[in-house]
């Protein structure tokens, strides 16, 4: 019997509206922002999301949260960003978002190794799984793939991993809000700062360009935030990782019915493999019946003191 709680099942459908917008990213960044220019690409995606959410939460880190906003926002935004504007500039769009698909066990690992989160084997069934609907996905791929690209989107797999252990044990009690507000801004400033020195003036956009700004800074980055660190404030973190993979499916999706790249019968049936692992990880099993409890306790009546007094008085 499987126990599925309304409670949990908003809480995944929340971190996987995260992972979605998370998706797009890559064949937004390719498609309407300069390549040339990483660095004020990543700063305008986190600076302003962050500056509009201090407005609203309208509060300040005090005591560790300013080493911890510091060594998140850092991990989590600022290196990360940077990254992903690497890999999306170097790579097609369904490919950079592909090789996100080994999150669920680099998520588990970085679980085990810092949070003592012990993974289900329930979990890692469906995260193997889920991997194996992405390679589906992918593997009829043709295009050439750029090293520094892939050696960009590993190294953000790493930060992306890392980064979500660290935020669920530094958990203080603060909202996800407060906490993806300060990491923005934190990873913001960063960017900024080195932008100016490294690449000079910002970058000239078109219309569609600040349209895809806007886009990339509110919706996939402020509201996408939000939704992942809500998730794993709330889940288990291998639970999470499966999650992440409708990162990938959102990818190819929007690379095929957006970006007119060619979709197989295989890669359909592998975006189904993944979609069910998701579905999956949602799932525990019920508690077992609690059999050696019963039989310790019909142990301890048959020692009673009453009992035993019975016995002897048969005798």
Known sequence: MLILTSRRWFWAALTALGSIAFGSVFWVTHTYLPA???????ALRALPA????????RRVPHGKQW????VLGTVNMGAFFLLVYIAAQLLPSSIAASLGAASPLAIAFFAWIILGERTRPWLLLMAVMGIGGVLLIVGTSTKEVNLMGVAAAVGLLVLMSLGAALTKLWNDGASALTWTTWQLVVGGIELFVVAIFAEGAPPELDGAGYLAVSYLTFVATGFAYFCWFSGFEHLPAATVGVLSLLNVVAGVLIGVLIGSEPFTGIQILG??????????AQRRPAAPAKVESTNATIRSSLSSPALTAGNDNQR
């Open 36 to 42: 040339d220019q990483p660095l004020w690409g990543s």
């Open 50 to 57: 962050g500056l509009v959410l201090l407005l609203v939460i």
């Open 67 to 70: 080493g911890r906003a510091i």
């Open 271 to 280: 975006t189904f493999v993944v979609v069910l692992s998701v579905i999956g």
